[in-house]
Protein backbone atom coordinates (compact mmCIF):
# COMPACT_ATOMS: atom_id res chain seq x y z
CA UNK A 1 0.00 0.00 0.00
CA UNK A 2 1.27 3.20 -0.97
CA UNK A 3 0.92 6.33 1.26
CA UNK A 4 0.02 9.81 0.62
CA UNK A 5 0.41 12.80 2.37
CA UNK A 6 -1.98 15.38 0.34
CA UNK A 7 -2.81 18.64 0.90
CA UNK A 8 -5.08 19.03 -2.74
CA UNK A 9 -5.89 16.83 -5.80
CA UNK A 10 -5.95 17.82 -9.40
CA UNK A 11 -8.19 15.26 -12.06
CA UNK A 12 -8.04 15.83 -15.73
CA UNK A 13 -11.68 16.15 -17.42
CA UNK A 14 -11.07 14.07 -20.98
CA UNK A 15 -10.64 10.02 -20.87
CA UNK A 16 -9.91 10.68 -16.86
CA UNK A 17 -13.52 11.31 -15.77
CA UNK A 18 -15.58 11.75 -18.78
CA UNK A 19 -15.48 9.10 -21.45
CA UNK A 20 -15.90 12.35 -24.46
CA UNK A 21 -14.54 10.92 -27.38
CA UNK A 22 -18.39 10.74 -28.42
CA UNK A 23 -18.65 14.61 -28.69
CA UNK A 24 -15.49 14.84 -29.98
CA UNK A 25 -16.13 12.87 -33.18
CA UNK A 26 -19.58 14.48 -33.66
CA UNK A 27 -18.54 17.80 -33.54
CA UNK A 28 -15.31 17.42 -35.31
CA UNK A 29 -16.87 15.50 -38.08
CA UNK A 30 -20.15 17.80 -38.54
CA UNK A 31 -17.21 20.66 -39.00
CA UNK A 32 -15.19 18.84 -41.75
CA UNK A 33 -18.76 18.07 -42.99
CA UNK A 34 -19.67 21.68 -43.43
CA UNK A 35 -16.35 22.99 -44.84
CA UNK A 36 -16.18 20.00 -47.25
CA UNK A 37 -13.62 18.28 -45.65
CA UNK A 38 -13.48 14.28 -45.77
CA UNK A 39 -14.53 13.45 -42.26
CA UNK A 40 -11.90 11.50 -39.64
CA UNK A 41 -12.59 7.89 -38.26
CA UNK A 42 -12.57 7.68 -34.56
CA UNK A 43 -9.07 6.00 -33.65
CA UNK A 44 -7.44 9.53 -35.30
CA UNK A 45 -9.70 11.76 -33.28
CA UNK A 46 -8.77 9.72 -30.13
CA UNK A 47 -4.82 9.98 -31.04
CA UNK A 48 -5.34 14.02 -31.29
CA UNK A 49 -7.19 14.17 -27.67
CA UNK A 50 -5.43 15.36 -25.15
CA UNK A 51 -3.04 18.40 -25.64
CA UNK A 52 -6.10 20.88 -26.40
CA UNK A 53 -8.94 21.64 -29.05
CA UNK A 54 -6.26 23.52 -31.29
CA UNK A 55 -3.50 20.72 -31.32
CA UNK A 56 -6.66 18.07 -32.10
CA UNK A 57 -8.31 19.93 -35.31
CA UNK A 58 -4.21 20.45 -36.30
CA UNK A 59 -4.17 16.54 -36.58
CA UNK A 60 -6.97 15.77 -37.90
CA UNK A 61 -6.58 18.04 -40.80
CA UNK A 62 -3.11 17.24 -41.64
CA UNK A 63 -3.90 13.67 -41.42
CA UNK A 64 -7.56 14.22 -43.70
CA UNK A 65 -5.33 16.73 -46.54
CA UNK A 66 -2.98 14.10 -47.11
CA UNK A 67 -1.08 16.46 -49.49
CA UNK A 68 2.08 15.52 -51.05
CA UNK A 69 4.56 18.11 -49.68
CA UNK A 70 5.02 18.94 -45.84
CA UNK A 71 5.00 22.29 -46.82
CA UNK A 72 1.87 22.35 -48.55
CA UNK A 73 -0.11 20.61 -45.96
CA UNK A 74 1.19 22.93 -43.15
CA UNK A 75 -0.28 26.25 -45.48
CA UNK A 76 -2.93 24.57 -45.97
CA UNK A 77 -3.72 23.51 -42.59
CA UNK A 78 -3.54 26.93 -41.35
CA UNK A 79 -5.61 28.70 -43.70
CA UNK A 80 -7.98 25.73 -42.55
CA UNK A 81 -7.57 26.06 -39.07
CA UNK A 82 -9.83 29.19 -38.34
CA UNK A 83 -12.81 28.08 -40.20
CA UNK A 84 -12.40 24.55 -38.61
CA UNK A 85 -12.13 25.79 -35.45
CA UNK A 86 -15.27 28.13 -35.72
CA UNK A 87 -17.30 25.61 -36.82
CA UNK A 88 -16.22 22.70 -34.12
CA UNK A 89 -16.80 25.20 -31.55
CA UNK A 90 -20.25 26.16 -33.14
CA UNK A 91 -21.46 22.31 -32.66
CA UNK A 92 -19.42 20.94 -29.80
CA UNK A 93 -21.36 23.72 -27.64
CA UNK A 94 -24.76 22.46 -28.97
CA UNK A 95 -23.82 18.89 -28.29
CA UNK A 96 -22.05 19.07 -25.11
CA UNK A 97 -21.74 15.96 -23.11
CA UNK A 98 -25.16 14.08 -25.41
CA UNK A 99 -22.79 11.44 -26.97
CA UNK A 100 -20.13 11.11 -23.39
CA UNK A 101 -20.30 9.41 -20.02
CA UNK A 102 -18.70 9.38 -16.41
CA UNK A 103 -16.57 6.15 -15.98
CA UNK A 104 -17.25 3.69 -13.74
CA UNK A 105 -15.90 4.50 -10.33
CA UNK A 106 -15.50 8.31 -11.18
CA UNK A 107 -18.77 9.80 -8.56
CA UNK A 108 -17.34 6.97 -5.83
CA UNK A 109 -13.64 8.15 -6.23
CA UNK A 110 -15.12 11.72 -6.31
CA UNK A 111 -16.77 10.99 -2.81
CA UNK A 112 -14.18 9.32 -1.22
CA UNK A 113 -11.40 12.27 -1.81
CA UNK A 114 -14.01 14.74 -0.35
CA UNK A 115 -14.94 13.15 2.39
CA UNK A 116 -11.36 13.16 3.24
CA UNK A 117 -11.77 17.12 3.38
CA UNK A 118 -9.38 17.43 0.76
CA UNK A 119 -9.99 20.21 -1.80
CA UNK A 120 -10.14 19.12 -5.48
CA UNK A 121 -9.88 20.54 -8.79
CA UNK A 122 -10.27 20.29 -12.15
CA UNK A 123 -7.41 20.90 -14.43
CA UNK A 124 -7.74 19.88 -18.12
CA UNK A 125 -6.84 21.15 -21.46
CA UNK A 126 -10.27 21.63 -22.94
CA UNK A 127 -11.55 24.69 -23.73
CA UNK A 128 -13.12 26.74 -19.95
CA UNK A 129 -16.15 27.34 -22.05
CA UNK A 130 -16.93 23.35 -22.72
CA UNK A 131 -15.90 22.02 -19.48
CA UNK A 132 -17.98 24.36 -17.04
CA UNK A 133 -20.98 23.29 -18.87
CA UNK A 134 -20.08 19.54 -19.36
CA UNK A 135 -18.61 19.34 -15.54
CA UNK A 136 -22.19 20.65 -14.18
CA UNK A 137 -23.89 18.20 -17.39
CA UNK A 138 -22.73 15.20 -15.90
CA UNK A 139 -23.56 16.51 -12.00
CA UNK A 140 -19.67 16.95 -11.26
CA UNK A 141 -19.27 20.50 -10.71
CA UNK A 142 -20.20 20.33 -7.23
CA UNK A 143 -17.29 18.56 -6.48
CA UNK A 144 -14.62 20.86 -7.29
CA UNK A 145 -13.56 24.36 -5.99
CA UNK A 146 -11.43 25.07 -9.24
CA UNK A 147 -11.70 24.59 -12.60
CA UNK A 148 -9.17 25.24 -15.43
CA UNK A 149 -9.32 24.65 -18.77
CA UNK A 150 -7.14 25.05 -21.60
CA UNK A 151 -6.95 28.93 -22.13
CA UNK A 152 -6.98 29.73 -18.15
CA UNK A 153 -3.14 29.99 -18.31
CA UNK A 154 -0.61 31.01 -21.10
CA UNK A 155 0.30 27.72 -21.67
CA UNK A 156 -1.24 23.96 -21.16
CA UNK A 157 -0.29 20.33 -20.22
CA UNK A 158 2.23 18.90 -20.68
CA UNK A 159 3.52 22.46 -19.81
CA UNK A 160 3.78 22.31 -15.93
CA UNK A 161 2.49 26.17 -15.66
CA UNK A 162 -1.32 24.88 -15.27
CA UNK A 163 -0.81 22.66 -12.26
CA UNK A 164 1.66 25.51 -10.75
CA UNK A 165 -0.96 27.67 -11.05
CA UNK A 166 -3.81 25.26 -9.76
CA UNK A 167 -1.73 24.45 -6.62
CA UNK A 168 -1.41 28.18 -5.83
CA UNK A 169 -5.23 28.46 -6.18
CA UNK A 170 -5.71 25.35 -4.36
CA UNK A 171 -2.92 26.66 -1.55
CA UNK A 172 -1.23 23.78 -1.76
CA UNK A 173 2.21 22.58 -2.23
CA UNK A 174 3.30 20.66 -5.47
CA UNK A 175 5.27 18.16 -3.87
CA UNK A 176 1.47 17.23 -1.83
CA UNK A 177 -1.19 17.96 -5.16
CA UNK A 178 -1.97 14.47 -6.63
CA UNK A 179 -2.27 14.62 -10.46
CA UNK A 180 -5.05 12.26 -11.84
CA UNK A 181 -4.69 11.91 -15.25
CA UNK A 182 -4.88 9.26 -17.89
CA UNK A 183 -1.86 10.26 -20.18
CA UNK A 184 1.51 10.69 -20.77
CA UNK A 185 0.56 14.64 -20.78
CA UNK A 186 -0.04 14.70 -17.52
CA UNK A 187 2.63 12.37 -16.45
CA UNK A 188 4.92 14.95 -18.15
CA UNK A 189 3.27 17.98 -16.61
CA UNK A 190 3.38 16.65 -12.96
CA UNK A 191 7.24 15.61 -13.10
CA UNK A 192 8.09 18.92 -14.20
CA UNK A 193 5.60 20.82 -11.28
CA UNK A 194 6.84 17.71 -9.31
CA UNK A 195 4.01 16.32 -8.01
CA UNK A 196 2.91 13.05 -7.74
CA UNK A 197 1.00 11.49 -10.12
CA UNK A 198 -1.60 8.48 -10.76
CA UNK A 199 -2.66 7.65 -14.20
CA UNK A 200 -6.21 6.13 -15.55
CA UNK A 201 -5.98 3.05 -17.97
CA UNK A 202 -8.98 3.54 -19.80
CA UNK A 203 -8.16 6.83 -21.45
CA UNK A 204 -6.74 8.56 -24.12
CA UNK A 205 -3.14 8.43 -24.26
CA UNK A 206 -1.92 9.25 -28.24
CA UNK A 207 -2.73 5.57 -29.10
CA UNK A 208 0.18 4.67 -26.93
CA UNK A 209 0.10 1.87 -23.54
CA UNK A 210 -0.39 4.29 -20.45
CA UNK A 211 1.32 1.34 -18.11
CA UNK A 212 4.92 2.90 -20.25
CA UNK A 213 4.55 6.27 -18.80
CA UNK A 214 6.00 6.08 -15.61
CA UNK A 215 3.29 6.80 -12.53
CA UNK A 216 2.96 5.86 -8.35
CA UNK A 217 0.34 3.47 -10.12
CA UNK A 218 -2.03 2.78 -13.15
CA UNK A 219 -5.84 2.41 -11.79
CA UNK A 220 -9.01 0.78 -13.66
CA UNK A 221 -11.32 3.20 -12.12
CA UNK A 222 -11.32 6.79 -9.92
CA UNK A 223 -12.37 4.34 -6.90
CA UNK A 224 -9.16 2.48 -6.74
CA UNK A 225 -7.66 5.27 -4.86
CA UNK A 226 -9.03 3.56 -1.58
CA UNK A 227 -6.24 1.14 -2.12
CA UNK A 228 -3.87 4.37 -1.13
CA UNK A 229 -3.01 5.08 2.37
CA UNK A 230 -3.95 8.77 2.06
CA UNK A 231 -3.39 11.49 4.72
CA UNK A 232 -5.58 14.77 4.28
CA UNK A 233 -3.12 18.11 5.29
Not at 82 to 95: A, D, G, N
Amino acid sequence: MKNLNLQAVMIDLDGTMVDTIGDFEVALNRALTDLNIPTAHRALIERGIGKGSEHLIRTVLLHQLALPEVASQQREVEQLFTPVWKRYEHHYLSINGEFSKVFPGVMEGLELLKGMGLPLACLTNKPLSFTTPLLKEKGLSAYFEQVFGGDSFERKKPDPLPLLKTCEALHSSPERTLMVGDSSNDAQAANAAGCPVVLMTYGYNHGEPIQNTPALAWLDSLDQLQSFSITAR
